[in-house]
């Protein structure tokens, strides 16, 4: 996905000389854009709003040929992380407590594409709940990944967390 955007803005960039980015300048980056984000199935409101803040960023701007890769790579990350920003923030504890009162589990599932550390952050989590008093299991749902129990298995008896899964 991101060599696929990366490649997008790297091609627009070098195509700018010294000169003020124009709107039909800008609408050559965020065409490339739009459809690096689309075949990345990004949403199309997610889309919207980076193309409506780089339009506002860029469209105006006096950047020097050797940096507008530069100034639009550091655009387009300020457009991503305010999406952050504007995400807003849950309180873990007091939704596990909200379940707790209820008499449910409350239930975490970690999704990624491999090797983004889904089960590193799962033990350090699950840590971090053991250390609150919580009583922690975790389930092993990875059947595809070879070692993926295992590791699963190697963190929860470091942790001395119960642990659902398959016998291998």
């Known amino acids: 996905m991101f060599d696929k ?17 124009n709107e039909k300048d800008v609408e050559n980056i965020l065409f ?55 995400a807003g923030q849950i309180d873990l504890f007091e939704k596990i407590n909200e379940k ?15 090797g983004t550390g889904k089960t590193t952050s799962l033990a350090k989590l699950a840590y971090l709940l053991q250390q609150a008093k919580y009583s922690v299991v975790v389930a092993a749902a990875d059947t595809f990944r070879a070692g993926a129990i295992e590791q699963l298995r190697e963190h929860t008896n470091r942790l001395n967390l119960k642990t659902c899964c398959s016998k291998l």
Do not use: H
């Open 5 to 21: 955007l990366r490649n997008a803005f790297s091609n627009a960039a070098k195509s700018f000389g010294e000169k003020e980015l």
């Open 32 to 86: 490339d854009l739009e459809i690096a984000l689309l075949e990345s199935d990004v949403a199309t409101e997610v889309i919207d709003s980076i193309k409506s803040d780089l339009k506002e960023k860029l469209i105006g701007s006096k950047v020097e040929k050797n940096q507008i890769e530069k100034f639009v790579k550091d655009s387009l990350i300020s457009s991503i992380s305010s999406l952050f920003d504007d």
């Open 100 to 114: 707790k009162k209820l008499g449910q589990p409350f239930l975490i599932l970690f999704v990624g594409i491999n």
